[in-house]
């Protein structure tokens, strides 16, 4: 049976960016076709909390995926980051993937537990509550993409690969 694994990326907010990481390896792992599973892509969405939630719920809705990868851009980062947690005020919520078993498979990609107070976070944070009430429990991590380089473009997309895999068998 094939898995059906959406994936959501940003588009641009500041001035200097010319693209967004996250858009950039999902437009790669796009390009590749049909390496995985169904994956289902919903990319630039916009830099607005409630706008890319409900764009996000409403797909997730409609295509019921196996399960889901956010993605965001860290522009400093050096490497992929796995979010551990969504906080607003008081509240954190967790994600159920078990990040700890999954970043042994990786070679590039760190857990963090910082998602960042930003449209990434607050995506995160109206997607998880909404997964983890319905009778499906869907998993559902949020990814942040460091700028890619020649340097860094390969070790990504196998890092990336492997956790499409892994999702895939959950």
Same mark, same amino acid.
Not at 45 to 55: Q, R
């Given at each position: 049976?094939? #898995?059906? *694994?959406?994936?959501?990326?940003?588009?641009?907010?500041?001035?200097?960016?010319?693209?967004?990481?996250?858009?950039?390896?999902? $437009?790669?792992?796009?390009?590749?076709? &049909?390496?995985?599973?169904?994956?289902?892509?919903?990319?630039?969405?916009?830099?607005?909390?409630d $706008? $890319? $939630?409900?764009?996000?719920?409403?797909?997730?809705?409609?295509?019921?995926?196996?399960?889901?990868?956010?993605? &965001?851009?860290?522009?400093k980062?050096?490497?992929?980051?796995?979010?551990?947690?969504?906080?607003?005020?008081?509240?954190?919520?967790?994600?159920?993937?078990?990040?700890?078993?999954?970043?042994?498979?990786?070679?590039?990609?760190?857990?963090?537990?910082?998602?960042? #107070?930003?449209?990434?976070? &607050?995506?995160?944070?109206?997607?998880?509550?909404?997964?983890?009430?319905?009778?499906?429990?869907?998993?559902?991590?949020? +990814?942040?993409?460091?700028? *890619?380089t020649?340097?860094?473009?390969?070790?990504?997309?196998?890092?990336?690969?492997?956790?499409?895999?892994?999702?895939?068998? +959950?």
């Amino acid at each position: 049976m094939t #898995k059906k *694994i959406l994936l959501t990326s940003f588009t641009t907010w500041l001035s200097h960016h010319t693209s967004n990481a996250s858009d950039d390896l999902l $437009a790669e792992v796009q390009q590749r076709g &049909g390496e995985r599973g169904e994956l289902i892509f919903l990319r630039q969405l916009p830099v607005d909390i409630d $706008a $890319a $939630a409900k764009n996000a719920i409403a797909l997730i809705k409609q295509q019921q995926p196996h399960a889901i990868i956010c993605c &965001g851009m860290a522009e400093k980062s050096e490497k992929l980051r796995l979010e551990s947690c969504a906080r607003f005020e008081e509240e954190t919520l967790t994600t159920l993937v078990n990040l700890e078993a999954l970043v042994k498979e990786l070679s590039y990609t760190e857990i963090s537990h910082d998602a960042g #107070k930003f449209v990434c976070e &607050g995506l995160y944070y109206q997607v998880l509550p909404y997964l983890q009430a319905s009778a499906t429990l869907i998993p559902c991590i949020f +990814l942040h993409v460091p700028l *890619i380089t020649f340097q860094n473009r390969q070790i990504i997309l196998d890092d990336f690969f492997l956790i499409l895999q892994h999702l895939e068998q +959950l």
